[in-house]
Nanobody, 121 residues
Framework: QVRVVESGGGSVQAGGSLRLSCAASGSRVSIVAMGWYRQAPGKQRELVAQHADGNNVNYGNSVKGRFTISRDNAKNTADLQMTSLKPEDTAVYFC???????????????WGQGTQVTVSS
């Protein structure tokens, strides 16, 4: 099992910045990717940013140029720096960690409980 814990979030005015942090921990697994997703009320969960092994980074179209994900492979942490925030960025933000089991080589995705980000106009 892998535990994923988010921190950060909160309320900010449009144009402001916030930083989210995520830490993953587990035994007998290797974390091969970490990412951030978000879900606004009445909408599906969507990709915000993902950082996979090999320095493969992907961003959702709506956040490109404004958000930056940084990952520390040794610590299994992933931070999301959010700038130029807009009201439409308001959502619950979830951290995910993709882990490969050492014994079986099975891959599983694990999720944190989410943290609220609210951007007011």
């Amino acid at each position: 099992q892998v535990r994923v814990v988010e921190s950060g979030g909160g309320s900010v005015q449009a144009g402001g910045s916030l930083r989210l942090s995520c830490a993953a921990s587990g035994s007998r697994v290797s974390i091969v990717a970490m990412g951030w997703y978000r879900q606004a009320p009445g909408k599906q969960r969507e990709l915000v940013a993902q950082h996979a092994d090999g320095n493969n980074v992907n961003y959702g179209n709506s956040v490109k140029g404004r958000f930056t994900i940084s990952r520390d492979n040794a610590k299994n942490t992933a931070d999301l720096q959010m700038t130029s925030l807009k009201p439409e960025d308001t959502a619950v933000y979830f951290c995910s960690a993709r882990a490969v089991e050492h014994m079986t080589a099975r891959t599983n995705d694990y999720w944190g409980q989410g943290t609220q980000v609210t951007v007011s106009s």
